[in-house]
């Protein structure tokens, strides 16, 4: 019985060879498996054209948008790659003869590569910044994660009581994603939010405390004190440790330069870029805190059960948490040398 499938160029190949080696059809079909018909119409097609391609795939239809309007569109996402489904194709029905569907541009714009993805939210970087944060990169490029496995991080972050997520989505390909004209800038808020200050080192999670939205440096010493100090001592008994903080303003006071100083022999303080949250494992904590919000059934209805909220997802995170951020440090430091100051994947 004959095969339910279009045969392959290699298959007719073979038919032909066994047919001019002087093969008879139904010698052919016994070798092959192929029926008479296929093996009659493929020798014949052959001897009348010399060729055993098909040309099946010729066949169908047209596409509604052709090659010319594959282009137009590439150019109208150039221009601007937050149209919608809906705009694009109004813009694009306006330009041609025959309209299409919704449903028609959507399979255009799959077949072309792209996909509605949300825009990545990096740090606004002034040149000044970009700068910096190269000469950081630059002086941190031989550590080890051995070298990194010293560094206690530190960070503040803010929670709000209802997560709006008001992202909007642009058209991209998939090796787009750090296309700066595919970003959306990321400008901190600071109102009606829980604000926590936390810390950790490769080696353990320190406390999640809660903290007012305006950071002094009296209550910043008492953080120092009572919680920095001790974790640093018994961490790293040795005093070759290193201290992260960010460029928040209670963390240049002079009571807190004065204390550091005091401090000198028992730990380091680690130089930081500004806008640099992207190198923080604390900054990726903070993402799993949030999703552990919205993954939560009884979302905090109050700020004092924010609160609780937080401190509880917080002391659940395990080592794999941050501990592969860490390790990754290296690397992260050569992409921060490879875009020259800007913003990376991690």
């Known amino acids: 019985m004959g095969l339910k499938r279009d045969l392959t160029d290699f298959e007719k190949g073979m038919i032909v060879g066994a047919r001019r080696s002087g093969l008879s059809v ?80 959507r399979r255009t714009l799959a077949c072309m590569g792209y996909n509605s993805r949300r825009p990545r939210r990096v740090p606004l970087l002034s040149i000044v910044n970009r700068q910096r944060r190269l000469q950081w990169a630059k002086t941190h490029q031989q550590w080890t994660v051995d ?14 009581l209802h997560h709006h997520n008001g992202r909007a989505r642009v058209w991209r390909k998939q090796h787009e994603a750090m296309d700066p004209s595919f970003m959306v800038k990321n400008v901190e808020m600071d109102e009606g939010c829980v604000k926590i200050w936390g810390m950790l080192s490769w080696h353990a999670l320190g406390s999640l405390i809660p903290v007012d939205e305006n950071l002094e440096a009296p209550a910043y010493l008492n953080i120092l004190g009572d919680q920095v100090h001790p974790f640093m001592t018994i961490m790293y008994p ?27 022999s028992e730990m380091s303080i680690m130089t930081w870029p500004p806008q640099s949250p ?52 290296p690397r992260q430091v050569a992409a921060i040398i490879r875009a020259k100051g800007g913003p990376t994947w991690y």
């Open 26 to 105: 139904a010698k052919t079909v016994k070798l092959f498996g192929f029926s008479k018909a296929a093996i009659s119409r493929v020798y014949n097609e052959w001897a009348r054209t010399q060729n055993t391609s098909s040309k099946r795939m010729l066949c169908g239809r047209r596409p509604l948008v052709d090659e010319r309007g594959r282009l137009w569109v590439a150019q109208a996402l150039t221009i601007n790659r937050q149209f919608t489904v809906e705009q694009l194709t109004s813009e694009y029905n306006c330009e041609v003869q025959r309209p299409i569907s919704l449903n028609t541009m």
């Open 147 to 160: 070298d990194w496995k010293k560094v206690v991080w530190s960070d503040e972050s803010q929670f709000q």
């Open 238 to 264: 040795k005093g070759d440790g290193y201290f992260q903080q960010d460029n928040t303003s209670c963390h240049g006071a002079t009571s807190v330069c004065e204390w550091f100083e005091e401090h000198s």
């Open 278 to 329: 992207d190198i923080s494992p604390v900054e990726h904590l903070w993402d799993e805190l949030e999703h552990s919000m919205c993954r939560r059934e009884c979302p905090p209805s109050n700020l004092e059960q924010l609160r609780e909220a937080l401190i509880s997802a917080w002391s659940s995170l395990t080592p794999e948490h941050y501990r592969n951020h860490i390790e990754s440090l």
